[in-house]
Protein backbone atom coordinates (compact mmCIF):
# COMPACT_ATOMS: atom_id res chain seq x y z
CA UNK A 1 0.00 0.00 0.00
CA UNK A 2 1.76 3.25 -1.16
CA UNK A 3 1.07 6.19 1.76
CA UNK A 4 -0.19 9.13 1.26
CA UNK A 5 0.64 12.37 3.34
CA UNK A 6 -1.49 15.79 2.84
CA UNK A 7 -0.18 19.49 3.73
CA UNK A 8 -2.34 22.16 3.34
CA UNK A 9 -3.34 25.46 5.81
CA UNK A 10 -7.07 25.91 4.47
CA UNK A 11 -9.12 23.50 6.19
CA UNK A 12 -11.85 23.38 3.24
CA UNK A 13 -8.86 22.32 0.78
CA UNK A 14 -7.45 19.78 3.53
CA UNK A 15 -11.28 18.22 3.02
CA UNK A 16 -11.63 18.24 -0.30
CA UNK A 17 -8.53 16.31 -0.86
CA UNK A 18 -8.94 13.86 1.86
CA UNK A 19 -12.22 12.66 0.17
CA UNK A 20 -11.89 13.60 -3.05
CA UNK A 21 -10.60 9.94 -4.07
CA UNK A 22 -11.57 6.33 -2.12
CA UNK A 23 -7.90 5.93 -1.03
CA UNK A 24 -8.14 2.17 -0.27
CA UNK A 25 -9.69 0.97 -3.69
CA UNK A 26 -7.09 2.70 -5.69
CA UNK A 27 -3.73 1.07 -3.19
CA UNK A 28 -3.50 3.90 -1.58
CA UNK A 29 -3.38 4.52 2.25
CA UNK A 30 -4.05 7.86 3.67
CA UNK A 31 -1.62 8.02 6.89
CA UNK A 32 -2.06 12.03 7.57
CA UNK A 33 -3.27 15.46 6.95
CA UNK A 34 -1.48 18.19 8.06
CA UNK A 35 -2.18 21.93 8.67
CA UNK A 36 0.78 23.59 8.48
CA UNK A 37 4.81 22.64 7.41
CA UNK A 38 5.73 22.14 10.73
CA UNK A 39 3.08 19.48 11.17
CA UNK A 40 3.92 18.20 7.83
CA UNK A 41 7.22 17.32 9.08
CA UNK A 42 6.45 15.52 12.13
CA UNK A 43 4.07 13.42 10.64
CA UNK A 44 6.53 12.80 7.66
CA UNK A 45 9.42 11.55 10.30
CA UNK A 46 6.24 9.36 11.97
CA UNK A 47 4.58 7.58 9.05
CA UNK A 48 7.41 7.94 6.74
CA UNK A 49 4.73 8.53 2.90
CA UNK A 50 6.01 7.51 0.25
CA UNK A 51 3.92 10.75 -1.55
CA UNK A 52 3.88 13.85 0.25
CA UNK A 53 1.12 16.47 -1.60
CA UNK A 54 2.03 19.73 -0.33
CA UNK A 55 0.52 23.52 -0.27
CA UNK A 56 3.43 25.71 -1.14
CA UNK A 57 2.11 29.22 0.88
CA UNK A 58 1.71 27.68 4.81
CA UNK A 59 1.99 29.52 7.70
CA UNK A 60 4.79 28.44 10.89
CA UNK A 61 6.68 26.60 7.72
CA UNK A 62 5.96 27.43 3.84
CA UNK A 63 6.09 24.42 1.31
CA UNK A 64 9.85 25.01 -0.17
CA UNK A 65 10.87 24.95 3.42
CA UNK A 66 9.46 22.02 3.77
CA UNK A 67 10.97 20.57 0.58
CA UNK A 68 14.33 21.96 1.90
CA UNK A 69 14.06 20.16 5.43
CA UNK A 70 12.90 16.89 4.05
CA UNK A 71 15.67 16.57 1.48
CA UNK A 72 18.22 17.77 3.88
CA UNK A 73 17.25 14.92 6.12
CA UNK A 74 17.26 12.51 3.30
CA UNK A 75 13.74 11.89 2.99
CA UNK A 76 13.08 10.53 -0.68
CA UNK A 77 9.50 10.47 -0.78
CA UNK A 78 7.69 11.99 -4.08
CA UNK A 79 6.79 15.39 -3.52
CA UNK A 80 3.69 17.12 -5.37
CA UNK A 81 3.54 20.97 -4.86
CA UNK A 82 0.29 22.84 -4.59
CA UNK A 83 -0.47 26.37 -5.64
CA UNK A 84 -3.11 28.30 -5.97
CA UNK A 85 -0.74 30.84 -8.39
CA UNK A 86 0.95 30.14 -11.60
CA UNK A 87 4.17 31.56 -10.35
CA UNK A 88 7.32 30.32 -12.40
CA UNK A 89 9.51 31.21 -9.59
CA UNK A 90 8.03 29.17 -6.92
CA UNK A 91 8.07 26.01 -9.53
CA UNK A 92 11.59 26.51 -10.48
CA UNK A 93 12.46 26.62 -7.02
CA UNK A 94 9.75 23.48 -5.70
CA UNK A 95 11.78 21.37 -8.80
CA UNK A 96 15.28 22.90 -7.71
CA UNK A 97 14.99 21.44 -4.49
CA UNK A 98 13.16 18.33 -5.29
CA UNK A 99 9.77 18.74 -6.18
CA UNK A 100 8.31 15.82 -8.79
CA UNK A 101 5.15 17.93 -9.76
CA UNK A 102 3.37 20.85 -9.55
CA UNK A 103 0.11 21.71 -9.88
CA UNK A 104 -2.83 24.58 -9.16
CA UNK A 105 -5.25 23.86 -6.78
CA UNK A 106 -8.33 25.27 -8.94
CA UNK A 107 -7.39 22.49 -11.46
CA UNK A 108 -7.43 19.41 -9.24
CA UNK A 109 -9.98 16.84 -10.21
CA UNK A 110 -10.47 13.26 -8.79
CA UNK A 111 -9.25 12.04 -12.61
CA UNK A 112 -6.49 14.72 -12.74
CA UNK A 113 -5.60 13.83 -8.75
CA UNK A 114 -5.91 9.98 -9.28
CA UNK A 115 -3.76 10.41 -12.94
CA UNK A 116 -0.88 12.53 -10.64
CA UNK A 117 -0.55 9.80 -8.17
CA UNK A 118 -0.42 7.06 -10.11
CA UNK A 119 2.61 8.97 -12.06
CA UNK A 120 4.36 9.01 -8.50
CA UNK A 121 3.38 5.98 -8.03
CA UNK A 122 5.11 4.73 -11.30
CA UNK A 123 8.38 6.32 -10.04
CA UNK A 124 8.28 4.40 -6.63
CA UNK A 125 9.94 0.83 -6.77
CA UNK A 126 7.88 -1.86 -4.67
CA UNK A 127 9.94 -4.98 -3.83
CA UNK A 128 7.79 -8.99 -3.70
CA UNK A 129 8.10 -8.34 0.29
CA UNK A 130 5.87 -4.60 -0.26
CA UNK A 131 9.13 -2.35 0.85
CA UNK A 132 9.36 0.54 -1.51
CA UNK A 133 12.29 2.12 -2.50
CA UNK A 134 13.94 4.34 -4.93
CA UNK A 135 16.99 5.25 -6.95
CA UNK A 136 19.34 4.50 -4.03
CA UNK A 137 23.13 4.14 -4.39
CA UNK A 138 22.80 0.74 -4.44
CA UNK A 139 20.84 0.36 -7.31
CA UNK A 140 23.17 3.25 -9.28
CA UNK A 141 26.17 0.79 -8.37
CA UNK A 142 23.91 -1.88 -10.14
CA UNK A 143 23.32 -0.26 -12.94
CA UNK A 144 26.90 2.13 -13.35
CA UNK A 145 28.25 -2.07 -13.25
CA UNK A 146 25.81 -3.05 -16.19
CA UNK A 147 27.19 0.62 -18.59
CA UNK A 148 30.87 -0.65 -17.93
CA UNK A 149 30.48 -4.90 -18.24
CA UNK A 150 29.64 -6.17 -21.53
CA UNK A 151 29.48 -9.82 -19.69
CA UNK A 152 27.04 -8.34 -17.02
CA UNK A 153 23.36 -9.67 -16.88
CA UNK A 154 20.64 -7.58 -16.24
CA UNK A 155 18.21 -8.13 -12.97
CA UNK A 156 14.40 -7.37 -14.07
CA UNK A 157 12.84 -8.90 -10.89
CA UNK A 158 11.83 -5.06 -11.05
CA UNK A 159 10.54 -5.86 -14.35
CA UNK A 160 13.30 -2.88 -16.00
CA UNK A 161 14.81 -4.12 -18.53
CA UNK A 162 17.03 -1.53 -20.41
CA UNK A 163 16.42 -1.49 -24.56
CA UNK A 164 18.10 2.41 -25.11
CA UNK A 165 20.33 5.17 -23.18
CA UNK A 166 20.94 8.79 -23.22
CA UNK A 167 23.87 10.02 -22.21
CA UNK A 168 23.14 13.86 -20.67
CA UNK A 169 26.32 15.79 -20.17
CA UNK A 170 25.87 19.07 -18.81
CA UNK A 171 27.74 22.06 -20.28
CA UNK A 172 26.61 25.33 -18.65
CA UNK A 173 25.00 25.66 -15.17
CA UNK A 174 24.22 28.78 -13.11
CA UNK A 175 26.22 27.73 -10.44
CA UNK A 176 29.57 25.79 -11.51
CA UNK A 177 29.70 22.34 -10.38
CA UNK A 178 33.13 22.58 -9.38
CA UNK A 179 31.74 24.89 -6.41
CA UNK A 180 28.85 22.61 -4.94
CA UNK A 181 29.51 20.69 -1.94
CA UNK A 182 28.66 16.87 -2.02
CA UNK A 183 25.58 18.00 -0.05
CA UNK A 184 24.30 20.15 -3.00
CA UNK A 185 25.36 17.68 -5.33
CA UNK A 186 23.27 15.01 -4.15
CA UNK A 187 20.32 16.98 -4.06
CA UNK A 188 20.77 18.30 -7.79
CA UNK A 189 21.24 14.48 -8.27
CA UNK A 190 17.81 13.84 -6.88
CA UNK A 191 16.27 16.63 -8.44
CA UNK A 192 17.97 15.83 -12.10
CA UNK A 193 16.34 12.41 -11.75
CA UNK A 194 13.14 13.73 -10.99
CA UNK A 195 13.03 15.56 -13.93
CA UNK A 196 14.19 12.80 -16.35
CA UNK A 197 11.48 11.07 -15.35
CA UNK A 198 9.03 13.34 -15.81
CA UNK A 199 10.52 14.03 -19.32
CA UNK A 200 10.26 10.33 -19.94
CA UNK A 201 6.54 10.09 -18.15
CA UNK A 202 6.03 7.74 -20.92
CA UNK A 203 8.59 5.11 -20.56
CA UNK A 204 10.16 3.62 -17.58
CA UNK A 205 13.23 4.97 -16.43
CA UNK A 206 16.29 5.06 -14.23
CA UNK A 207 18.97 7.76 -14.00
CA UNK A 208 22.61 7.31 -13.13
CA UNK A 209 24.90 9.55 -12.21
CA UNK A 210 28.57 8.81 -14.12
CA UNK A 211 31.15 11.71 -12.99
CA UNK A 212 30.41 15.23 -12.48
CA UNK A 213 29.03 16.56 -15.69
CA UNK A 214 27.39 13.23 -17.00
CA UNK A 215 24.26 11.55 -16.18
CA UNK A 216 22.73 7.94 -17.73
CA UNK A 217 19.50 7.74 -18.63
CA UNK A 218 18.02 4.44 -19.13
CA UNK A 219 15.10 3.55 -20.87
CA UNK A 220 12.97 0.54 -21.01
CA UNK A 221 10.79 0.27 -24.04
CA UNK A 222 9.64 -3.60 -24.51
CA UNK A 223 6.17 -3.43 -25.23
CA UNK A 224 6.84 -1.08 -28.11
CA UNK A 225 6.95 -3.21 -31.09
CA UNK A 226 8.28 -0.93 -34.02
CA UNK A 227 11.70 0.59 -34.43
CA UNK A 228 10.26 3.74 -36.04
CA UNK A 229 7.76 4.36 -32.54
CA UNK A 230 10.91 3.85 -30.50
CA UNK A 231 13.03 6.09 -31.96
CA UNK A 232 9.83 8.77 -31.90
CA UNK A 233 9.49 8.00 -28.14
CA UNK A 234 13.46 8.73 -27.44
CA UNK A 235 13.49 11.90 -29.34
CA UNK A 236 10.30 12.86 -27.31
CA UNK A 237 12.17 12.27 -24.21
CA UNK A 238 15.04 13.60 -25.30
CA UNK A 239 13.64 16.83 -26.49
CA UNK A 240 11.26 17.17 -23.45
CA UNK A 241 14.40 16.55 -21.26
CA UNK A 242 16.32 19.32 -23.17
CA UNK A 243 13.61 21.81 -22.29
CA UNK A 244 12.91 20.64 -18.41
CA UNK A 245 16.84 20.94 -17.62
CA UNK A 246 17.04 24.22 -18.55
CA UNK A 247 13.59 25.56 -17.50
CA UNK A 248 13.24 23.93 -13.83
CA UNK A 249 17.62 23.00 -12.97
CA UNK A 250 18.63 26.23 -14.82
CA UNK A 251 21.37 24.25 -16.63
CA UNK A 252 22.32 23.46 -20.72
CA UNK A 253 22.75 19.99 -21.53
CA UNK A 254 24.23 18.03 -24.38
CA UNK A 255 21.80 14.43 -25.59
CA UNK A 256 23.43 11.55 -26.98
CA UNK A 257 21.40 8.28 -27.73
CA UNK A 258 21.58 4.70 -28.26
CA UNK A 259 20.37 2.94 -31.65
CA UNK A 260 17.08 1.03 -30.79
CA UNK A 261 16.58 -1.94 -31.65
CA UNK A 262 13.85 -5.16 -32.74
CA UNK A 263 16.35 -7.22 -30.43
CA UNK A 264 17.63 -6.97 -27.14
CA UNK A 265 21.16 -5.76 -26.82
CA UNK A 266 23.60 -5.23 -23.56
CA UNK A 267 23.31 -2.24 -21.64
CA UNK A 268 26.58 -1.08 -21.92
CA UNK A 269 26.66 -1.27 -25.76
CA UNK A 270 23.41 1.22 -25.58
CA UNK A 271 25.57 3.20 -23.44
CA UNK A 272 28.99 3.30 -25.66
CA UNK A 273 26.39 4.25 -28.37
CA UNK A 274 25.24 7.16 -26.33
CA UNK A 275 28.64 8.54 -25.27
CA UNK A 276 29.63 7.81 -29.19
CA UNK A 277 26.95 10.30 -30.17
CA UNK A 278 27.96 12.80 -27.81
CA UNK A 279 31.22 13.17 -29.88
CA UNK A 280 29.39 14.51 -32.91
CA UNK A 281 29.17 18.16 -30.99
CA UNK A 282 32.98 18.12 -31.55
CA UNK A 283 31.94 18.88 -35.22
CA UNK A 284 28.07 19.70 -35.87
CA UNK A 285 26.77 22.55 -33.21
CA UNK A 286 23.25 21.03 -32.44
CA UNK A 287 22.34 19.78 -28.28
CA UNK A 288 20.50 16.70 -29.28
CA UNK A 289 22.56 13.41 -31.61
CA UNK A 290 20.56 10.51 -32.53
CA UNK A 291 21.88 7.15 -32.67
CA UNK A 292 20.39 6.07 -35.54
CA UNK A 293 21.79 9.51 -37.59
CA UNK A 294 24.79 9.60 -36.34
CA UNK A 295 27.86 8.11 -37.82
CA UNK A 296 30.23 5.57 -35.62
CA UNK A 297 33.35 8.01 -34.37
CA UNK A 298 36.98 6.82 -35.25
CA UNK A 299 38.83 5.40 -32.15
CA UNK A 300 42.09 5.89 -33.57
CA UNK A 301 44.30 8.93 -34.56
CA UNK A 302 44.55 8.79 -38.16
CA UNK A 303 47.80 8.12 -40.08
CA UNK A 304 47.61 11.61 -41.90
CA UNK A 305 47.82 13.40 -38.48
CA UNK A 306 50.47 11.40 -36.76
CA UNK A 307 52.88 11.78 -39.54
CA UNK A 308 52.52 15.83 -38.97
CA UNK A 309 52.87 15.44 -35.08
CA UNK A 310 56.00 13.30 -36.04
CA UNK A 311 57.15 15.69 -38.88
CA UNK A 312 56.52 19.48 -37.58
CA UNK A 313 59.57 19.85 -35.85
CA UNK A 314 61.98 19.22 -39.28
CA UNK A 315 59.16 21.22 -41.53
CA UNK A 316 60.01 23.95 -38.83
CA UNK A 317 63.75 23.55 -38.63
CA UNK A 318 64.10 24.30 -42.61
CA UNK A 319 61.24 26.93 -42.58
CA UNK A 320 59.19 25.14 -44.64
CA UNK A 321 55.76 26.76 -44.34
CA UNK A 322 53.72 25.12 -47.12
CA UNK A 323 54.38 21.69 -45.66
CA UNK A 324 53.37 22.74 -42.88
CA UNK A 325 49.41 24.56 -44.14
CA UNK A 326 49.39 21.38 -46.25
CA UNK A 327 50.13 18.83 -43.55
CA UNK A 328 47.71 20.52 -41.08
CA UNK A 329 45.32 20.65 -43.80
CA UNK A 330 45.42 16.73 -44.46
CA UNK A 331 45.47 15.89 -40.43
CA UNK A 332 42.22 18.28 -39.85
CA UNK A 333 40.49 16.24 -43.26
CA UNK A 334 41.39 13.14 -41.74
CA UNK A 335 40.20 13.66 -38.36
CA UNK A 336 36.73 14.96 -40.08
CA UNK A 337 36.40 12.27 -42.56
CA UNK A 338 36.32 9.16 -39.50
CA UNK A 339 34.98 11.93 -36.83
CA UNK A 340 37.67 11.08 -34.67
CA UNK A 341 36.94 11.23 -30.86
CA UNK A 342 37.08 14.54 -29.83
CA UNK A 343 39.36 13.36 -26.57
CA UNK A 344 41.91 12.11 -29.12
CA UNK A 345 42.00 15.11 -31.57
CA UNK A 346 42.98 17.10 -28.61
CA UNK A 347 45.44 14.75 -27.14
CA UNK A 348 47.41 15.08 -30.98
CA UNK A 349 47.18 18.73 -30.77
CA UNK A 350 49.08 18.70 -27.31
CA UNK A 351 51.64 16.21 -28.77
CA UNK A 352 52.05 17.95 -31.66
CA UNK A 353 52.89 21.33 -29.50
CA UNK A 354 55.01 19.49 -27.91
CA UNK A 355 56.84 17.98 -30.28
CA UNK A 356 57.07 21.60 -32.12
CA UNK A 357 58.48 22.90 -28.83
CA UNK A 358 55.53 25.48 -28.61
CA UNK A 359 53.21 26.56 -25.40
CA UNK A 360 50.77 24.15 -25.28
CA UNK A 361 47.71 25.80 -25.94
CA UNK A 362 43.84 25.83 -24.23
CA UNK A 363 42.40 22.57 -25.94
CA UNK A 364 39.46 23.31 -28.71
CA UNK A 365 35.77 23.24 -27.65
CA UNK A 366 35.05 22.36 -31.53
CA UNK A 367 36.46 20.83 -34.93
CA UNK A 368 36.36 24.37 -36.35
CA UNK A 369 38.74 26.29 -33.81
CA UNK A 370 41.27 24.19 -35.21
CA UNK A 371 41.67 25.95 -38.46
CA UNK A 372 44.11 28.06 -38.75
CA UNK A 373 46.06 26.64 -35.19
CA UNK A 374 49.15 25.65 -37.36
CA UNK A 375 49.97 29.46 -37.62
CA UNK A 376 51.60 28.73 -33.87
CA UNK A 377 54.37 26.71 -35.95
CA UNK A 378 54.98 29.50 -38.35
CA UNK A 379 57.10 31.26 -35.09
CA UNK A 380 59.72 31.27 -37.52
CA UNK A 381 60.62 34.36 -40.02
CA UNK A 382 60.34 32.85 -43.40
CA UNK A 383 62.39 34.86 -45.82
CA UNK A 384 61.49 35.41 -48.91
CA UNK A 385 65.06 35.42 -50.20
CA UNK A 386 66.54 32.77 -48.21
CA UNK A 387 69.11 32.12 -50.04
CA UNK A 388 71.33 35.68 -51.10
CA UNK A 389 74.03 34.47 -52.23
CA UNK A 390 73.12 33.78 -56.00
CA UNK A 391 72.69 37.68 -56.22
CA UNK A 392 75.18 40.37 -56.79
CA UNK A 393 77.17 41.97 -54.28
CA UNK A 394 74.61 45.66 -54.99
CA UNK A 395 71.60 43.49 -54.55
CA UNK A 396 72.97 41.39 -51.12
CA UNK A 397 73.70 44.65 -49.71
CA UNK A 398 70.33 46.17 -50.29
CA UNK A 399 68.59 42.84 -48.64
CA UNK A 400 70.98 43.30 -46.15
CA UNK A 401 70.07 47.24 -45.46
CA UNK A 402 66.33 45.95 -45.81
CA UNK A 403 66.54 42.89 -43.15
CA UNK A 404 68.51 45.62 -40.65
CA UNK A 405 66.23 48.81 -41.28
CA UNK A 406 62.43 47.47 -41.90
CA UNK A 407 61.37 48.08 -38.82
CA UNK A 408 62.33 52.15 -39.38
CA UNK A 409 60.68 54.10 -42.30
CA UNK A 410 63.17 53.32 -44.97
CA UNK A 411 62.27 54.04 -48.43
CA UNK A 412 63.52 52.64 -51.62
CA UNK A 413 65.71 55.83 -51.90
CA UNK A 414 67.46 54.95 -48.70
CA UNK A 415 68.36 52.22 -49.76
CA UNK A 416 69.79 53.23 -53.24
CA UNK A 417 71.76 55.40 -51.53
CA UNK A 418 73.40 53.14 -49.41
CA UNK A 419 74.90 50.75 -52.34
CA UNK A 420 75.51 54.01 -54.11
CA UNK A 421 72.79 53.20 -57.08
CA UNK A 422 70.29 55.48 -58.61
CA UNK A 423 66.62 54.10 -57.66
CA UNK A 424 65.15 53.20 -60.74
CA UNK A 425 68.08 51.43 -61.32
CA UNK A 426 68.01 49.58 -57.93
CA UNK A 427 64.57 48.83 -58.68
CA UNK A 428 64.96 47.43 -62.08
CA UNK A 429 67.97 44.96 -60.73
CA UNK A 430 66.37 43.97 -57.86
CA UNK A 431 63.59 42.44 -59.47
CA UNK A 432 64.99 41.05 -61.95
CA UNK A 433 67.51 39.24 -59.79
CA UNK A 434 65.25 38.06 -57.14
CA UNK A 435 61.82 37.93 -59.02
CA UNK A 436 60.53 40.37 -56.37
CA UNK A 437 59.84 43.99 -55.99
CA UNK A 438 61.62 45.91 -53.53
CA UNK A 439 58.14 46.59 -51.98
CA UNK A 440 56.90 43.56 -51.83
CA UNK A 441 60.23 42.49 -49.90
CA UNK A 442 59.95 45.73 -47.47
CA UNK A 443 56.76 44.00 -46.99
CA UNK A 444 57.54 40.70 -46.02
CA UNK A 445 60.10 41.52 -43.52
CA UNK A 446 57.19 43.90 -41.81
CA UNK A 447 54.64 41.15 -41.85
CA UNK A 448 56.78 38.61 -40.61
CA UNK A 449 58.00 40.88 -37.63
CA UNK A 450 54.62 41.62 -36.68
CA UNK A 451 53.68 37.80 -36.52
CA UNK A 452 56.62 37.27 -34.05
CA UNK A 453 55.43 39.76 -31.96
CA UNK A 454 51.69 38.98 -31.96
CA UNK A 455 52.67 36.06 -29.98
CA UNK A 456 53.34 38.45 -27.23
CA UNK A 457 49.72 38.85 -25.50
CA UNK A 458 50.64 41.80 -23.45
CA UNK A 459 51.90 43.80 -26.37
CA UNK A 460 49.04 46.46 -28.06
CA UNK A 461 48.27 45.50 -31.89
CA UNK A 462 49.04 49.49 -32.40
CA UNK A 463 52.38 48.98 -30.71
CA UNK A 464 52.93 45.51 -32.61
CA UNK A 465 52.61 47.46 -35.86
CA UNK A 466 54.91 50.59 -35.17
CA UNK A 467 57.54 47.96 -34.08
CA UNK A 468 57.20 46.50 -37.35
CA UNK A 469 57.57 49.24 -39.38
CA UNK A 470 53.95 50.18 -40.62
CA UNK A 471 53.57 54.09 -39.08
CA UNK A 472 50.12 53.78 -40.16
CA UNK A 473 47.48 51.73 -38.05
CA UNK A 474 45.34 51.18 -40.38
CA UNK A 475 47.62 50.81 -43.25
CA UNK A 476 49.67 47.82 -40.94
CA UNK A 477 46.15 46.20 -40.57
CA UNK A 478 45.18 46.64 -44.60
CA UNK A 479 48.59 45.45 -45.03
CA UNK A 480 48.71 42.36 -42.71
CA UNK A 481 45.23 41.12 -43.76
CA UNK A 482 46.48 41.10 -47.72
CA UNK A 483 49.34 39.09 -46.96
CA UNK A 484 47.73 36.67 -44.71
CA UNK A 485 44.22 36.40 -45.18
CA UNK A 486 43.20 37.47 -41.53
CA UNK A 487 43.42 40.83 -39.10
CA UNK A 488 46.57 41.01 -36.62
CA UNK A 489 43.52 39.94 -33.98
CA UNK A 490 42.25 37.37 -35.85
CA UNK A 491 45.83 35.81 -36.34
CA UNK A 492 46.43 36.35 -32.29
CA UNK A 493 43.73 34.46 -31.22
CA UNK A 494 44.59 31.40 -34.05
CA UNK A 495 48.35 31.41 -32.70
CA UNK A 496 47.86 32.07 -29.03
Same mark, same amino acid.
Given at each position: ?324 ? $??? %? @?? /?????? &?????? *?? +??? #? ?85 ? $??? %? @?? /?????? &?????? *?? +??? #? ?37
Amino acid at each position: MIKILLADDDFLVRTYLSQLIDWERYGYSLVGVARDGEEALQMADEYHPHIIVTDISMPVLDGISVIRLLRSRGNDARIIALSCHDDFEYVKEAMKLGADEYVLKNLLTEKSFLELLEQMKGKIRVSEEGSVFQNTEEERDYYSRLLRDENAEQNTKDGFHISAAMAVRIVHASEPFEALDLEHREKFDISFAQVCCESCKKLPVRCVPIRQTLYAVLLDLNGVVSIYERQQLVQQSASMLLRYCERYLSVNVQIGTSKVYHLQISPSRCWQEAVGCLNERFYVNQTIFYGWQTADCGKEIPPEARMFCSNIASYMERKDSSAIH $VGW %S @EA /LDAFER &NHTEAR *LV +REW #LRQTDRSAGVEPRPVPEHFSDLEGMELKYLIFQEDLLPDDQQYSDTVRSAVRYIRENFQSRISLNEVADSVHLNATYLSHIFHKETG $VTF %S @EY /LMSCRV &NKAKEL *LL +RAN #LKVKAVGIQSGFGDHRNFIKMFKKATGMTPQEYRKKTI
